[in-house]
């Protein structure tokens, strides 16, 4: 029958092996809109052109860091691995608690604002639901 449902252990293994687990998992995800908030240190970017790549509506990782100034300093990268700053230290500590425990937390940028010479970048996170 042309419409019977068929499971097949060897394609499920290949399919993993070629594009990996992440790419099979994506389609059962959800992000879940958690916090506004702002990108914080732009201005102590080594190299601001990343600042003239990003747009309203990119989505950004984030990335727990061991930072001797803040133990719950979570760092904000474009998805090209591009350091852009980190989620404000009093907004922090909620988010790293729960990427300590294993959640995954994303963000995008909702809103680009230019004050002068500054540059706000605010963001949404969210969290990524499996």
């Not at 252990?9 to 099979?24: I, P």
């Not at 809103?111 to 499996?130: A, C, M, P, S, W």
Request: glycine share 6%; proline share 2%; no cysteine.
């Amino acid at each position: 029958m042309a419409n019977e449902l068929t499971i097949g252990k060897e394609n499920m293994v290949a399919l993993v092996s070629e594009k990996g687990v992440g790419d099979l998992i994506k389609p059962l995800t959800k992000e879940i809109f958690l916090f506004d908030s702002y990108v914080a240190g732009t201005t102590h970017l080594k190299d601001d052109s990343v600042l003239d790549e990003i747009n309203e509506g990119d989505k950004l990782v984030l990335q727990r860091e061991n930072n001797r100034f803040d133990e719950n300093a979570i760092l904000v990268m474009t998805k090209e691995k591009k350091r852009l700053g980190y989620v404000p230290e009093k907004d922090n500590i909620v988010f790293s608690r729960l990427m300590d425990a294993g959640k995954m937390l994303t963000a995008q940028i909702s809103r680009i604002e230019h004050k002068g010479t500054f540059r706000q970048v605010n963001i949404g996170i969210y969290l990524v639901d499996f």
